[in-house]
T-cell receptor, first 115, second 111 residues
Framework: DGGITQSPKYLFRKEGQNVTLSCEQN?????MYWYRQDPGQGLRLIYY???????QKGDIAEGYSVSREKKESFPLTVTSAQKNPTAFYLC??????????????FGPGTRLTVL | GQQLNQSPQSMFIQEGEDVSMNCTSS?????WLWYKQDPGEGPVLLIA?????ELTSNGRLTAQFGITRKDSFLNISASIPSDVGIYFC???????????FGQGTRLTINP
């Protein structure tokens, strides 16, 4: 089955530690995205990548880093510089088709709790 | 970043009732998307709209791209318990490359 997988589902880390969240897709999508969701709020864009080996900052990139070495994978690292990292993190992907480019499909999410 | 104004923020209805929610902005949009999110899960795409005035259905769900291109509407007919969740609108502003999201409408259904 084609889809987007995120692992782990739940992640606990001590304050001051870096942590990497995994996102893999087998939809052959060119573009991938990372969002952060806090209770009662919409989705805020952290980083996005439209092609392998290239990525751009979103609206809240500070304290985060990404890489896009393969088309299928877009890992997100939450660094110790992120002041409030506890949140629900969502990965998404979309095709490069002009019409449906912005139909983003989401993974199941990773809930990160920093103790 | 800019977010869309989505309303209402929450709804409490009886099973079988119809539901209406909307998303508005001061900017013109080229694309409107509607998603549903179950607790602890990722959003699922329900309907995508690309033309002003477009009306698209997906089962009991119907969404419209507003004529002014500054708003969109989602209706759910004859609600059932599995409709419970948070509904998000998302849009692509003219000339932009990134989607912006509404804050969500939380739907609760009393059986």
């Amino acid at each position: 089955d084609g889809g987007i997988t995120q692992s782990p589902k739940y992640l606990f880390r001590k304050e001051g530690q870096n942590v990497t969240l995994s996102c893999e897709q087998n939809l052959n999508h060119d573009a991938m995205y990372w969002y952060r969701q806090d209770p009662g709020q919409g989705l805020r864009l952290i980083y996005y990548s439209q092609i392998v080996n290239d990525f751009q900052k979103g609206d809240i990139a500070e304290g985060y880093s990404v890489s896009r070495e393969k088309k299928e994978s877009f890992p997100l690292t939450v660094t110790s510089a992120q002041k409030n990292p506890t949140a629900f993190y969502l990965c998404a992907s979309s095709t490069s088709s002009a019409v449906s480019y912005n139909e983003q499909f989401f993974g199941p999410g990773t809930r990160l709790t920093v103790l | 970043g800019q977010q869309l104004n989505q309303s209402p923020q929450s709804m409490f209805i009886q099973e079988g009732e119809d539901v209406s929610m909307n998303c508005t902005s001061s900017s013109i949009f080229n694309t409107w998307l509607w998603y549903k999110q179950d607790p602890g899960e990722g959003p699922v795409l329900l309907i995508a709209l690309y033309k002003a005035g477009e009306l698209t259905s997906n089962g009991r769900l119907t969404a419209q791209f507003g004529i002014t291109r500054k708003d969109s509407f989602l209706n759910i007919s004859a609600s059932i318990p599995s409709d419970v969740g948070i509904y998000f609108c998302a849009g692509l502003r003219r000339g932009a490359q990134k989607l912006v999201f509404g804050q969500g409408t939380r739907l609760t259904i009393n059986p």
